[in-house]
């Protein structure tokens, strides 16, 4: 795949109780590109997320990653390609220690063990975990889990990082151990959150969300200028 972008195209989506979560969503996020995903609580952001590595399908429009539209069959290349941290660490960490869960994607990825090891050292060291490596995970505080979820998907080195709601639980140093890693993630990067500074640091573009629609998508700072659409979008 030489670029990697991502494409909504027309999505829509109800969740199965018959809540429209999104409403004929579309963007295109080119290579490289880091964007802010912001909107109020329930605007949808999760939601769009969860369609970025096929958690979710859309019932109308799709999702291309690169030049690979998300399908049942192309799923396994688009779980390689997309690395996605969820809204709840809980959803994410599964192995007894820490450091099992990390190296489980990498080897999954059948990488040898050598690789393995490194990258999982080199992934708890870059959001400050690599302490906690021989912990079990259901001890670790919110935040704790938090960082280990992110080194779990820095650790298969994705394409495009999709990241929700990375910084909330996590104490300062955490947080900015995390912002430096992802400000150094040389790829496409999508962040959902109400963390409005850590929009500003890493991502030159923003896409506010509203009920479930697209209500603006420009650069940060010309969004962030505009009180009445941030008003508007929840977020004052
Ligand atoms: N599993 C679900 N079933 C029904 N409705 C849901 C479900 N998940 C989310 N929703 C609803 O869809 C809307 C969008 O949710 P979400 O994408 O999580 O928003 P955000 O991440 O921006 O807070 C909300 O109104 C939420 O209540
Ligand atoms: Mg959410």
């Given at each position: 795949?030489?670029h ?46 969860l ?13 291309v ?45 059948k990488l ?5 090891r ?17 912990r ?15 080194a ?49 640091e ?26 009445n ?8």
């Open positions: 795949m030489s990697h972008y991502v494409k909504f195209d027309h999505v829509s989506y109800d969740y199965p109780n018959g809540f429209k979560a999104l409403d004929d969503v579309s963007f295109l996020i080119t290579h490289g590109e880091k964007v802010g995903l912001v909107g109020a609580n329930g605007a949808g952001k999760s939601t769009v997320i369609h970025a590595n096929g958690l979710l399908m859309p019932q109308k429009g799709g999702v990653i690169g030049d690979v539209p998300i399908t049942k069959e192309t799923l396994p290349i688009i779980r390689r390609t997309v690395g996605l941290v969820f809204q709840n660490p809980d959803d994410q960490l599964f192995m007894p220690t820490v450091e099992e869960d990390v190296a489980f994607g990498p080897l999954n990825m040898p063990e050598e690789e393995v490194r990258r999982v050292g080199e992934a708890l060291k870059a959001v400050g975990a690599y302490d906690l490596r021989s079990p995970t259901y001890e670790l505080s919110g935040g704790q889990k938090r960082s280990v979820a992110i779990g998907v820095l650790a298969m080195e994705p394409d495009v990082l999709v990241l929700d709601e990375p910084s909330s639980n996590l104490d300062p140093h955490a947080r900015r151990l995390m912002i430096d890693r992802v400000a150094g993630f040389r790829h496409t990067c999508i962040i959902a959150t109400h963390d409005m500074e850590m929009v500003k890493l991502c030159p573009r923003t896409i506010v969300m509203s009920r479930g629609r697209v209500v603006a998508d420009g650069r940060t700072d010309e969004i962030f200028a505009d009180r659409l941030l008003e508007r979008g929840g977020l004052v």
